[in-house]
Each structure stands twice: as C-alpha cells, then as structure tokens.
C-alpha cells in the first residue's frame, strides 16, 4: 500500500508541477497587464498585498493547522523594519524589503516557543504578541526610534511603479512557496503532522521542525509584504500596519478559497477584496451585513473553502 501511494504520488508531482507553473504564470500575466487596462493601480496593488498575507497565512495554516490571529505583527514588523533601514542606512531599497523579511523571520524565532501551544492558546497568545509589538512601537518615549504614534516617513525612496512590481515578486514566490508545500515531500510531511503529530513522530518526521520552518516561511512572507507596502504608501502610522484588519482580512480570504491548496487564498483574495472595494467602502453598513452573512454560509456549507464546490465534483483543486 505505501509503495502504491509513493507511486501515485511521484507520477502526480509533475502534473501538480505543470499546473504551478501554469498559475504562477497566469498570475504573472495578469498584475503586468492589468495596470494598462485598469487605471487604479493602488487597488491592484492592495489587492497583491492581500493575497499575499493570505497566501503566506495559509503555509502556517492551512498546512499546520496554527492559525496565527496576530499575523498582522510580521506584516507591521516587515514595514518598521525596512522603514528604520530605509532612513539609517545608505543601502538599496531592495535590501532593506530583504532586511524586513529578515526582521519577521527572526521576529517569529524569538516567538517560537508559542509553537507548544495549540488551538485557541496558540491563537490568542499570537494576537497578544502582535499587540505587544504595537504598543512598543507607538510609544511615544521611543519616537526618536520608531516615530512612536507619529509613524515614520520614507518619501525619498517614494516609486509606486517599483513597489508595485516588487509586491508582484513577493506574491508569485508565495505562490511559489505554496505549490512547494503542496507537492513536496516536506509538504507532505506538514500534513501528516496537522492530522496526528504523534503518528508523524513515529514515523520519522521531526515534528518541532516542520512546524517551525513553516512558521518562519510565514512570518518571512508577512515581513516582505510589510516592507514592499511601507515601500508603496511611504508615510503610515502605526495603526495603519498593524491593524487587526489585516489579520482577519487574510485569515478570512485564506478561508473563503480554500486553505491547502495553491489557487485557494488567491481566488479569496481576490474576489472578496474587490467585493469590498466596490460596496464596503462607499457603503460600509451593507458590506458588513454582506460579508457577515457570507462568512456564515462559509461556515455552513463550505467549511473547506469556496473550492471545495469542485472538489465535490472530482475536479482537483492545486
């Protein structure tokens, strides 16, 4: 029975390779030409940085089962980070975007250890470390550093067309990231070990640094998406990165397309962000009773995602 899994699995990883390559092309396509056909390239540019949050949410958990409410920490953090790089160094821009990924990757590092915990512990103590981080970066004793509640200005690196093409970059390698999860042998070690740690111990997987290399892969996905929308926008406040918003945005899109799958957050992403362009903010009060009255369905009728329809119909989801 093994050899045949390991058999249908190895002559189902090119395939599952063809049908990555084809997304990550697709999309690809797509963000380049649509700035020539749709003029609002700061709505596509917020609609990328959602899907990457969403696509970087869905590594942890749609792969672990740790779903971090506090996501939006590693994003603020990625966005101070490179902000701080951007005004006390004389490095490229670039770098400092890699330095903001950095940044969040040794952030969730220092934050590991909340990996012993699980369920509803693991998500309140995520949501209480990102808001630690808040208050310690809006503190007005430390505006000389962060800026405190003022926030922080980086107009003289200022290029929306740059920014926009490095949030397109950071999107197709979490994409990219995704489709590695989904078809690797450490993928599947992932899967085994959000259905029964135990049994995947027994087996052979290292359990502890499984679910710590996803979360890091995370938390470095959030920070670069941090760093290219701090890049893109140039004067925030601290609310402005590190409100609750992008959190639940991300874990609600990841959901609503499918989590552990590749296309899932991004089908999510994009349509319940456009939703909400075109009704929650010009008629906030009907958005709310709209995406309420989805999410309820969601969890009624498709608690695997909006994909799920096609799964029910033999149609594989990548």
């Known amino acids: 029975m093994l050899n045949l899994t390991l058999t249908e699995t190895g002559s189902a990883a090119p395939r599952r390779l063809r049908a990555g390559a084809i997304l990550l092309a697709a999309l690809a396509a797509i963000f380049l030409i649509a700035p020539h056909l749709y003029g609002n390239q700061s709505l596509l540019f917020t609609i990328m940085t959602f899907i990457v949050l969403a696509q970087g949410l869905n590594l942890l958990y749609g792969f672990t089962g740790y779903l971090p409410f506090g996501y939006v920490g590693f994003f603020g953090s990625g966005a101070y980070a490179t902000s701080l790089l951007v005004m006390h160094t004389h490095l490229p821009v670039l770098a400092c975007v890699a330095g903001g990924g950095v940044a969040a990757a040794l ?17 309140i103590a995520n949501l209480a470390a990102s808001q630690i981080i808040y208050f310690v970066v809006s503190n007005p004793s430390l505006a000389d550093i962060t800026g405190g509640p003022y926030g922080l200005k980086i107009e003289q690196v200022y290029d929306p067309q740059a920014s926009y093409y490095c949030m397109l970059a950071v999107l197709l390698a979490a994409c990219a990231l995704a489709a590695y999860f989904r078809t690797s042998g450490f993928g599947m070690a992932l899967r085994a070990v959000k259905q029964d740690p135990v049994s995947a111990a027994m087996a052979g997987v290292d359990v502890v640094r499984a679910r710590l290399i996803a979360w890091l892969v995370s938390a470095l996905i959030a920070g670069l998406a941090g760093g290219v929308y701090a890049w893109g926008i140039s004067v925030f406040y601290p609310d402005a990165v590190f409100t609750l918003q992008f959190s639940v945005f991300a ?11 590749v296309i899932g957050p991004v089908v999510g992403a994009a349509l319940l962000y456009v939703l909400y362009a075109a009704i929650g903010i010009s008629t906030p009060q009907y958005f709310q009773f709209i995406y309420g009255g989805l999410i309820v369905l969601l969890v009624l009728f498709l608690p695997s995602g909006l994909l799920s329809l096609l799964q029910r119909r033999g149609i594989h989801v990548f």
């Open 107 to 123: 952030l969730g590092l220092v934050l590991g250890p909340m990996l012993r915990l699980s369920g509803a512990y693991f998500s």
């Open 251 to 261: 874990i609600v899109f990841a959901l609503f397309g499918g989590v552990g799958t």
